[in-house]
């Protein structure tokens, strides 16, 4: 770390008093400008949003299966009034949405709308715990400034203009993934969100990869325990929902919506077609394995790469997140933690570029501004600013692939010396 590096951010050791560790003034400083600029932010994207008036038509969904497992209807036969739209989740996640058929709506959009803020906040929170990064004297401050600018980001955003559950699902993974695997109720959080939303249960696989194996007896003993759960409350839903519904994609929506960001949607707006055949099916299916590949490559280098198992769970949802037949664009809220570990990293030119590549794309909003919003006969000038997701996710595996592989190939003295200094750099920042 450079000389000015040490001035700005304190020399370890120092600022310690006998009575325990004193908070240093730049520390104090820059909690409060980081508050301010927060706020501000929160400030003008709730008017944004107040001029906007949007319906939060996912929350409305939630409300609407609630109500459907409170008054005893076919949950999986109900539809949205006006909007037409059915419940894709797990019958456990319609339990969960129960208690809001008793909030008018009007009041649950409030609700929804802070405790999805709390959320992205823990999501911050925990995505820097993961990377490591900014110690304890700056946690605050990076988190009140990627809560209070995280809500621009496109994921986020449209997270929180449906009313969508995606942050609470990133959070319960988060918070399994900053534990560590001598914990007991680690995978508790990974179980409850695969019974949720079906895509975290990639993780198991990866956990089991990785030899994490307590861990992913956990989520699958969490995952089978709310899955039954939701067959003794809602019998005939389960069997229709693990029988049937649950292979349904077209219950979730079109696939050449211009909000598919999945490999799949990518190649049915190119090929003008909802249904893109086997070969895509095989390709999506290799850049998956590729990802997990990858992500478990990371996730077992420990000894040579820092931050081994923060980039494991991220390419982990990565790969998800690409061969899933549906990605909605608010599904990509891993854009956070991702965001978080390429900043720490930010060392090296090649490092900035792609940061601020993987910035761009999740800022730019570039599929909203296509001309056909439904992606079909979208022209071949729009192709790529309406797929701007899957591109820089698949460089930042290919980056990760390429990293991984040239730490592994360290000499052992080599790695660990490289390992040290890294983490010395880390450890001066605490």
């Known amino acids: 770390m450079h000389a000015s590096d040490r001035r700005f951010w304190g020399e370890p050791g120092r600022g310690h008093t006998s009575d325990g560790p004193a908070i240093p003034r730049t520390v104090q400083s820059a909690v409060w400008p980081a508050a301010v600029l927060s706020l501000l932010s929160l400030a003008v ?17 939630y409300r609407a299966e609630g109500a459907a497992v409170v008054h005893g209807q076919d949950l999986y036969a109900m539809r949205l009034p006006g909007w037409n739209l059915a419940a894709t989740y797990p019958p456990f996640a319609a339990l969960l949405f129960a208690p809001s058929a008793w909030v008018p709506a009007a009041t649950l959009r409030i609700i929804v709308m802070f405790l999805n803020i709390g959320l992205l906040a823990v999501a911050v929170h925990l995505s820097v715990k993961l990377a490591g990064w900014s110690g304890r004297r700056y946690h605050a401050a990076a988190v009140l400034l990627g809560t209070g600018f995280g809500v621009w980001l496109e994921p986020v955003f449209t997270t929180l203009q449906y009313g969508q559950v995606n942050l609470a699902v990133l959070g319960l993974v988060l ?48 995952f089978l325990a709310a899955a039954l759960i939701g067959w003794v409350a809602l019998p005939g839903a389960s069997g229709s929902f693990w029988t049937r519904y649950l292979w349904d994609t077209r219950r979730v929506g079109e696939v050449q919506l211009v909000d598919n960001q999945s490999l799949r949607g990518v190649a049915a ?96 909003y570039a599929m909203w501004l296509a001309p056909n919003q439904d992606g079909r006969g979208l022209p071949w000038s729009w192709q790529l600013p309406s797929a701007p997701y899957a591109p820089v996710l ?30 010395a750099e880390l450890e001066s920042i605490h």
């Open 45 to 61: 994207f709730a008017a944004l949003r107040y001029h906007q008036h949007h319906s939060m038509v996912d929350m409305l969904v």
């Open 175 to 222: 918070w399994d993934m900053t534990r560590s695997d001598s914990r007991t109720p680690k995978g508790v959080g990974i179980g409850l969100a695969t019974a949720i939303k079906i895509t975290p249960g990639l993780f198991v696989v990866y956990l089991l990869l990785t030899r994490q194996v307590r861990a992913a007896a956990v989520s699958i003993g969490t």
């Open 394 to 423: 698949i460089a930042v595996l290919i980056h990760l692939g390429l990293r991984t592989r040239q730490a592994r190939r360290l000499p052992p003295v080599a790695a660990e010396a490289d390992l040290i200094l890294q983490r």
């Open 269 to 364: 707006r190119l090929l003008h077609t909802d249904h893109p055949g086997s070969a895509v099916m095989v390709v999506a299916a290799l850049v998956g394995l590729l990802g997990l590949a990858v992500a478990v490559a990371a996730g077992r280098s420990a000894a040579a790469l820092p931050r081994a198992e923060a980039w494991g769970a991220v390419a982990t949802a990565v790969a998800a997140l690409l061969i899933s037949p549906i990605s909605w664009t608010h599904h990509f809220v891993w854009c956070v933690p991702l965001l978080v570990l390429l900043a720490a990293e930010a060392r090296t030119w090649p490092a900035r570029c792609l940061l601020a590549a993987v910035s761009v794309a999740f800022l730019s």
